[in-house]
């Protein structure tokens, strides 16, 4: 099935996948289009973020110990 509004899931997914990776040209735009259109998922991805910023900082603090 080829859709041109990515789902909320494969949204989400893809958001996840951003934290650790370069998303290819397509995703980046179908992933800002659906940010453009879905508050639930643009208050997902700035939760996403600042959850592995703090997993980030945790990991720095631990490898200092």
């Known amino acids: 099935r080829n859709t041109i ?3 909320c899931i494969r949204a989400t ?3 996840s996948l951003a934290l650790d990776k370069p998303l290819s040209a397509s995703d980046r735009v179908q992933l800002k289009l659906h940010l ?3 508050d639930k998922c643009v208050l997902c991805n700035q939760q996403l973020q600042q959850l592995h910023k703090v997993c980030q900082k945790r990991s720095e603090t ?4």
Not at 62 to 65: R, V, Y
């Open 5 to 7: 509004m990515m789902s």
């Open 13 to 15: 997914e893809r958001m």
């Open 36 to 38: 453009m259109m879905c």
């Open 62 to 65: 631990s490898a200092q110990d």
